[in-house]
């Protein structure tokens, strides 16, 4: 019963974290689908004009929907649990990922595209060689933006699409009038959420570390 | 055909504005052949068209008229045998001088430890030992050049293409890569085609110069400059010469 905690389940502990594992473990693997598509879709929408041309109208649409609008198809589609929360999460992530990867990818220094191609460089080497570098740090920011708000999409999922995990936790103890129980998984929300965003940071500025200095 | 290295024949360009569609001339017919190990230096007023030609010769651009040929071979595109540096250095910043040194040879795929080699040997050469595992953002403006320096020279081209390469130092770190410049000429004997808008510069260190005339660029007159190296800038030679081609540069050739 550590999923469906009844007032006689398991210890308050391991409820608690036994809910904040099954949260995160949906939130990093849809955080890992979106930056997955969402850098590979960047990637190509940013470097070649047609292909943005083509795609920027449907992801326009799309884009301004909220990811809670998606709830009842969410449900529709996946049922409950563990497939509508990580399809929410992708969601919610996947747009800012997408595009600063073609934000980052557009800005690409011409100079810098000159010089590789002076130096022999092929359309592929200057794809990947200076398009994809240079685009990085737009990337990391993208990366950084869509796993707060992945979180965010997952919690709001669970409260209603779900059975287990904080959101349905806190929103459970809500039920059952257990103030002090549903504060205390607002506050592992918080904390989770700040350590997912300070761990990125850390891993943006070792990837990162040749930035100038602000 | 010529024994020169490089030969630039009859390029025009012209530009059509997007809006209105009024037609820029950049360059009108300009021809020049450099010789091997020559280094010509193209001065004249900003906006005369000496990036656009020296951007056409590097093959980044393409002439309305006229062609490129290097050793009689024509120039249809960039290719790392004209290597090309720039004002504003344009180093990638995610990769430390000696990964900036290599990009070329990477690119041609020259193996791993030959490259590192290429880099120990250009690297020294541009005076940056001891500096291979900076990045960019740690060098100053002087050192970000001889960095770039390195870079075009490391895939050992036959040319090499300066646009205004020192026009964005101060005016003792530019006096010093001048001389650094010469002796690496020296040293490669590569033929070198110089843009600057110095007149100075371009006494002190080339074997020839063109002066551009704007809108259209055109050649105003070609100075030979005979001066034996090391040059002298309080020489009176030097002097005169660089008068001269000041007059010129600003309307009053002779």
């Known amino acids: ?214 | 055909m010529s024994k020169a290295k490089l030969t630039i024949e009859h390029i025009s360009k012209s530009f059509s504005e997007k809006k209105g569609g009024k037609i820029t001339h950049a360059l009108q017919d300009f021809n020049l052949a450099v010789s091997p190990g020559e280094f010509v230096a193209i001065v004249g007023p900003s906006g005369c068209g000496k990036t656009t030609l020296l951007k056409i010769v590097a093959g980044l651009e393409v002439a309305s008229e006229g062609e490129v040929y290097l050793d009689n071979n024509k120039v249809t595109g960039p290719g790392p045998e004209r290597g090309l540096v720039f004002q504003d250095f344009a180093l990638f910043p995610w990769r430390d001088v000696t990964g900036n040194v290599v990009f070329g040879p990477e690119l041609l795929n020259v193996p791993a430890a030959e490259r590192i080699k290429i880099a120990e040997h250009y690297i020294r050469l541009v005076g940056l030992s001891g500096n291979e595992r900076k990045y960019p953002a740690e060098l100053s403006g002087g050192m970000k050049q001889r960095v770039a320096i390195a870079r075009a020279l490391a895939n050992d081209p036959e040319v090499l293409l300066m646009d205004e390469p020192f026009g964005s130092l101060d005016a003792q770190t530019r006096s010093q890569m001048q001389k650094e410049l010469l002796y690496i000429w020296q040293e490669n004997r590569k033929a070198v085609l110089f843009v600057t808008h110095s007149v100075e510069e371009a006494v002190y260190l080339s074997n020839r110069i063109v002066v551009l005339t704007g809108s259209p660029g055109t050649i105003k007159q070609v100075f030979p400059i005979d001066l034996s190296y090391p040059r002298s800038r309080s020489d009176h030679g030097f002097i005169s010469l660089r008068e001269k081609i000041t007059g010129c540069v600003s309307g009053n050739c002779r």
Do not use: H
């Open chain 1, 1 to 214: 019963m550590l999923i469906a905690p009844g007032p006689a389940g398991l210890p308050w502990a391991g409820e608690l974290w036994g809910n904040t594992i099954i949260s995160l473990w949906r939130v990093l693997v849809g955080f890992a689908i979106a930056a997955i598509s969402g850098i590979l879709l960047g990637v190509v929408i940013g470097w070649w004009r047609n292909v943005r041309d083509l795609l920027e109208p449907i992801i326009e649409i799309l884009r301004p929907i909220p990811p809670l609008a998606w709830i009842p198809l969410a449900m529709l589609w996946f049922g409950l649990g563990f497939k509508p929360a990580v399809f929410l999460i992708w969601l919610g992530a996947f747009f800012p990922i997408l595009l600063n990867t073609v934000l980052g990818m557009e800005s690409t220094p011409k100079k810098l595209v000159e010089v590789a191609k002076t130096l022999g460089a092929n359309s592929g080497q200057i794809l990947f060689k200076v398009g994809v570098p240079s685009a990085a740090p737009s990337i990391m920011a993208g990366l950084r933006i869509g796993i707060g708000i992945g979180w965010m999409c997952l919690v709001a999922a669970e409260l209603t699409g779900s059975n287990s995990g904080l959101g349905y936790m806190i929103m459970y103890y809500y039920s059952t009038m257990e103030a002090a129980k549903t504060v205390a998984g607002m506050l592992m929300i918080g904390i989770v959420g700040f350590l997912m965003f300070t761990a990125l940071k850390k891993v943006e500025d070792k990837l990162l570390f040749w930035r100038v200095p602000p």
